[in-house]
Nanobody
Protein backbone atom coordinates (compact mmCIF):
# COMPACT_ATOMS: atom_id res chain seq x y z
CA UNK A 1 0.00 0.00 0.00
CA UNK A 2 1.39 3.36 -1.06
CA UNK A 3 1.47 6.10 1.56
CA UNK A 4 2.82 9.63 1.36
CA UNK A 5 3.28 11.51 4.63
CA UNK A 6 4.14 15.20 4.59
CA UNK A 7 5.73 17.15 7.42
CA UNK A 8 7.42 20.48 8.03
CA UNK A 9 4.59 22.92 7.54
CA UNK A 10 3.86 25.73 9.94
CA UNK A 11 3.61 29.46 10.48
CA UNK A 12 6.45 31.70 9.30
CA UNK A 13 6.91 35.40 8.71
CA UNK A 14 7.32 36.81 5.24
CA UNK A 15 10.91 36.43 4.09
CA UNK A 16 11.42 33.33 6.17
CA UNK A 17 12.10 29.73 5.20
CA UNK A 18 10.57 26.30 5.68
CA UNK A 19 11.52 22.84 4.50
CA UNK A 20 8.79 20.34 3.73
CA UNK A 21 9.42 16.62 3.71
CA UNK A 22 7.40 13.78 2.22
CA UNK A 23 8.17 10.21 3.21
CA UNK A 24 6.91 7.55 0.85
CA UNK A 25 6.20 3.90 1.56
CA UNK A 26 4.91 1.14 -0.65
CA UNK A 27 7.91 0.49 -2.83
CA UNK A 28 7.33 2.96 -5.66
CA UNK A 29 9.46 5.93 -4.67
CA UNK A 30 12.55 5.23 -6.74
CA UNK A 31 10.41 4.68 -9.84
CA UNK A 32 8.17 7.71 -9.39
CA UNK A 33 8.19 11.29 -10.50
CA UNK A 34 7.62 13.19 -7.27
CA UNK A 35 6.00 16.55 -6.89
CA UNK A 36 4.62 19.20 -4.63
CA UNK A 37 1.30 20.93 -5.24
CA UNK A 38 -0.52 23.54 -3.21
CA UNK A 39 -4.09 24.66 -2.69
CA UNK A 40 -5.10 27.98 -1.20
CA UNK A 41 -8.61 28.45 0.26
CA UNK A 42 -11.19 28.74 -2.49
CA UNK A 43 -8.68 28.01 -5.23
CA UNK A 44 -7.72 24.99 -7.27
CA UNK A 45 -4.73 22.80 -6.53
CA UNK A 46 -1.70 23.91 -8.53
CA UNK A 47 1.71 22.55 -9.34
CA UNK A 48 4.62 23.90 -7.31
CA UNK A 49 7.51 21.67 -8.39
CA UNK A 50 8.31 18.21 -9.70
CA UNK A 51 11.41 16.03 -9.85
CA UNK A 52 11.86 12.98 -12.07
CA UNK A 53 13.66 9.78 -11.23
CA UNK A 54 16.67 11.18 -13.07
CA UNK A 55 16.65 14.40 -11.07
CA UNK A 56 15.18 16.73 -13.68
CA UNK A 57 13.22 19.48 -11.96
CA UNK A 58 10.37 21.72 -12.98
CA UNK A 59 8.95 24.72 -11.13
CA UNK A 60 5.96 26.99 -11.27
CA UNK A 61 6.99 30.47 -12.38
CA UNK A 62 5.80 31.90 -9.07
CA UNK A 63 8.38 29.93 -7.05
CA UNK A 64 11.38 29.84 -9.40
CA UNK A 65 14.50 31.05 -7.64
CA UNK A 66 12.90 30.70 -4.19
CA UNK A 67 11.94 27.03 -3.87
CA UNK A 68 14.09 23.95 -4.43
CA UNK A 69 12.81 20.40 -4.79
CA UNK A 70 15.12 17.47 -4.10
CA UNK A 71 14.87 13.76 -3.43
CA UNK A 72 16.77 11.17 -1.41
CA UNK A 73 16.10 7.75 -2.88
CA UNK A 74 17.87 6.03 0.02
CA UNK A 75 15.38 7.58 2.43
CA UNK A 76 12.35 7.43 0.11
CA UNK A 77 11.86 11.12 0.81
CA UNK A 78 11.27 14.20 -1.29
CA UNK A 79 11.91 17.69 0.04
CA UNK A 80 10.78 21.20 -0.76
CA UNK A 81 13.06 23.94 0.51
CA UNK A 82 11.12 27.20 0.53
CA UNK A 83 13.00 30.47 0.95
CA UNK A 84 11.93 34.11 0.77
CA UNK A 85 8.38 33.10 1.58
CA UNK A 86 5.55 35.46 0.73
CA UNK A 87 2.00 35.70 2.11
CA UNK A 88 0.73 34.44 -1.24
CA UNK A 89 2.57 31.16 -0.62
CA UNK A 90 0.03 30.40 2.11
CA UNK A 91 -1.70 27.13 1.23
CA UNK A 92 -2.00 23.46 2.02
CA UNK A 93 0.95 21.74 0.38
CA UNK A 94 0.45 18.22 -0.98
CA UNK A 95 3.03 15.63 -1.90
CA UNK A 96 2.41 13.71 -5.12
CA UNK A 97 3.86 10.56 -6.66
CA UNK A 98 3.28 9.50 -10.24
CA UNK A 99 4.15 6.00 -11.45
CA UNK A 100 2.52 3.41 -13.64
CA UNK A 101 -0.20 5.81 -14.82
CA UNK A 102 -1.37 6.21 -11.22
CA UNK A 103 -1.17 9.34 -9.09
CA UNK A 104 -0.85 9.17 -5.33
CA UNK A 105 -1.42 12.01 -2.86
CA UNK A 106 -0.45 12.76 0.70
CA UNK A 107 -2.81 14.29 3.24
CA UNK A 108 -1.28 17.75 3.00
CA UNK A 109 0.54 20.09 5.35
CA UNK A 110 -0.46 23.69 6.07
CA UNK A 111 1.96 26.51 5.33
CA UNK A 112 0.98 29.96 6.56
CA UNK A 113 3.09 33.02 5.79
CA UNK A 114 2.29 36.14 7.78
CA UNK A 115 2.99 39.64 6.50
Amino acid sequence: QVQLVESGGGLVQAGGSLRLSCAASGGIFSRSTMGWYRQAPGKQRNLVATITTGGTTNYADSVKGRFTISRDNAKNTVYLQMNSLKPEDTAVYYCNAYWGFVTYWGQGTQVTVSS
